[in-house]
């Protein structure tokens, strides 16, 4: 398994047991095998162009991962749920109101009942809660989830934050 991912200034830098896609490497066959999870972070760029030069190769990457590998657990933050939910048949798109590139603001994330029944909402929070607040830095969002896809938060800016 790779150790090592590249920072921003192009030093390698050593994560422990984590696997990083870089230079378009993705985990072979045996790497997946070992993985219980997947998180696809934030990106600069829109997630439904299949004209960046990474994106067709990140879609069958996830297809694969959601349909062959059902095992692994995937988590997708601001570019990275848009990507799954695109791949997964929904529709991620710019956010038609924006008459700027993005948006950055504090946003109140109202979660749904659907998030606080969930089993393990409940053991992380006991208490419960009604809303996070998120640091965010935005211009797209999904405009419609993907066929299993379920809304679980919700805000001003977007209306799925969380699904």
């Known amino acids: 398994m790779r150790h090592f991912m ?14 990083g896609v870089t230079e378009f490497q993705y985990p072979d066959e045996n790497e997946i095998k ?3 999870g997947l998180v696809i972070s934030g990106a600069t760029c829109d997630c439904y162009d299949a004209n960046l030069p990474f994106n067709p190769k990140l879609y069958e990457f996830i297809q694969e991962m959601y349909h062959k590998h059902t095992h692994i657990k995937i988590l997708g933050v601001c570019y990275g749920h848009q990507v799954i939910a695109h791949c ?4 991620a798109q710019r956010i038609p109101e924006l008459n700027i590139p993005f948006i950055s603001a504090i946003e109140d994330i109202k979660v749904t009942q659907e998030l606080k029944e969930k089993s393990y909402f409940k053991t992380a929070f006991p208490e419960g809660f009604e809303s996070i607040y998120g640091i965010e830095t935005h211009g797209d969002h999904i405009e419609v989830l993907p066929p299993k896809g379920e809304l679980l938060g919700t805000s001003s800016s977007t209306k799925v934050e969380i699904w």
């Open 34 to 36: 070992r993985l219980n």
């Open 6 to 19: 590249k920072d921003s200034l192009g030093r390698t830098e050593k994560f422990g047991n984590l696997t």
């Open 88 to 91: 997964l048949g929904g529709k």
